[in-house]
């Protein structure tokens, strides 16, 4: 939607009054006489802001129709409020892109593919096949020297014949053409809202690129969502530095360190595990019974090697289990002179007690839902044959 209000990026109060207000399910669809808000295009966001104090929630186009949605009705003599940060962010952004993409258009000979921004990032996928570490900082240099020389960003209402000397005929087919001009360094067909000069950037930077299957993303702060950006994750990394007790350039050092240090103890607890389970094997074997029914405070992966060196080394029936969160895991291992088969048995168990997994004849596991007679069935159906 060509906006006459949109020429300057800080043309955001209005009075005006309601054409229309429609209701639709819980919400309000309203149409005005005139507006300030920016209905999202040309990959800039939408805005956001208030109507007689009320937030707008969503401002959408239905059928060539502008509606701002809230969640009251209103009628008659209104006033918009566009929200000041968002919106010129919003138009940093914006402006940005025509800057970054026109130079990699021209200079640099990739075509433009996509927009994207978030709250803490921006940026644009970019038609490069190769991007090399050397070309991202002089577009950041290239960029940046622009906004030192504070271009004039220009909005024109150019006549057909004006336009189709600067951008081809398909972009010109409009009855009414409205064309962003920055100094040399751009012309083009845009209905969205600008920095008047380049100056309103402050600083621009490139801050990662990726490859994907079509080129390039190239993410990229600029002006008030760099600031703002930069001291969210400022305050990440001081937080963190304050919890290691090192200086924030020490940051990455620190966690290093207590990295190896945590790699340490978990060889180390891996080391005693592997002693208990082999002291525990050794009493299990020794052990009278047959059948042993036992609920051990292991994980899965470590009852499931004391159940095999349990059953390789003597001739029993083992069920063990852990408990985790209310739900049983069960291991049934079965020597093979037992005399049976451990993936039957579980079978067996799993039917009655709607628990899922399987094995083979002389190891079998699964869980599910823990219920304390699974002890009681197992003791009763098996444990006869410690006789
Ligand atoms: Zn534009």
Known sequence: MLNKHYDNWLDLSLDTKVVDCLKEEDRYLISLEDTVFFFESGGQKKDIGTINNHEVLDLIEKEGNF????????????????????????????????????????????????????ELEAGAEMGFETLEESTIKRIEELCNEYIRQDIPVEIMYPEHEEA??????????????????????????????????????QSFKIIRHEKTT??????????????????????????????????????????????????????KNNKLNEANISLLKDKYVSIDNKVIIEEIDFDRKQLSKLVSMIINETNKLVFMYCIENENIHLIVGASKDFGLKANEIFKDISLRFNLKGGGNIFVAQGGGKYDESIKEYILETYGKNNI
């Open 67 to 118: 509606y701002h949605v809230l969640a009251v009705p209103l009628t008659g003599d209104v006033h918009l409020e566009v929200d000041k940060k968002h919106r010129m962010i919003q138009a940093q952004i914006h402006s940005a892109s025509h800057l970054m993409c026109t130079l990699i258009n021209k200079r640099f000979n990739a075509k433009t593919i996509a927009f994207f921004n978030d």
């Open 164 to 201: 189709i000397k600067h951008v081809s005929i398909k972009k010109a087919d409009h009855d009414v053409l409205r064309a962003v001009k920055i100094g040399d360094i751009d012309y083009d067909m845009c209905a969205c809202v600008h920095v008047p000069s380049l100056r309103y950037l």
């Open 214 to 267: 079509r080129g390039y993303k190239i993410f990229f702060l600029v002006g008030d969502q760099l600031r703002n950006t930069y001291q969210r994750q400022y305050d990440i990394l001081r937080g963190l530095s304050s919890k290691l007790s090192v200086p924030v350039m020490k940051v990455e050092e620190a966690f290093d360190k207590y990295n190896q240090e945590y790699q340490n103890l978990i060889n």
